[in-house]
Nanobody
Framework: QVQLVESGGGLVQAGGSLRLSCAAS????????MGWYRQAPGQHRALVAS???????NYADSVKGRFTISRENAKKTVYLQMNSLKPEDTAVYYC????????????????WGQGTQVTVSS
């Protein structure tokens, strides 16, 4: 019913930039919080950045000053602008959104994107 599709991952040299996008589609009334997580091999999935419906942002300490999360509500899309990339940023990046559906009774659910690989070479 609801699908999140990610794009923008790839291979980049250290110091470079990438912009990830995640677009939601389906039976959507409203999107509340949006976020980006990442998971490297053998590690837990960890929060990178989040943004509320009021555009309040939160970042992991490791990416503060380098990454920027933003949202474009008309496109049901969340972005992650990643600058000054480091090899330690290499991971699969997953977007997530809390979404209120169009059905009755009203319900909210959390959804995840399929993941996109970001590889930063040194």
């Amino acid at each position: 019913q609801v699908q999140l599709v990610e794009s923008g991952g790839g291979l980049v040299q250290a110091g470079g930039s990438l912009r990830l996008s995640c677009a939601a589609s389906g039976s959507i009334r409203e999107i509340y919080n949006m976020g980006w997580y990442r998971q490297a091999p053998g590690q837990h999935r960890a929060l990178v950045a989040s943004i509320t419906s009021g555009s309040t942002t939160n970042y992991a300490d490791s990416v503060k000053g380098r990454f920027t999360i933003s949202r474009e509500n008309a496109k049901k899309t969340v972005y992650l602008q990643m600058n000054s990339l480091k090899p330690e940023d290499t991971a699969v990046y997953y977007c997530t959104m809390t979404i209120g559906g169009l059905g009755v009774p009203y319900a909210t659910n959390n959804y995840w994107g399929q993941g996109t690989q970001v590889t930063v070479s040194s």
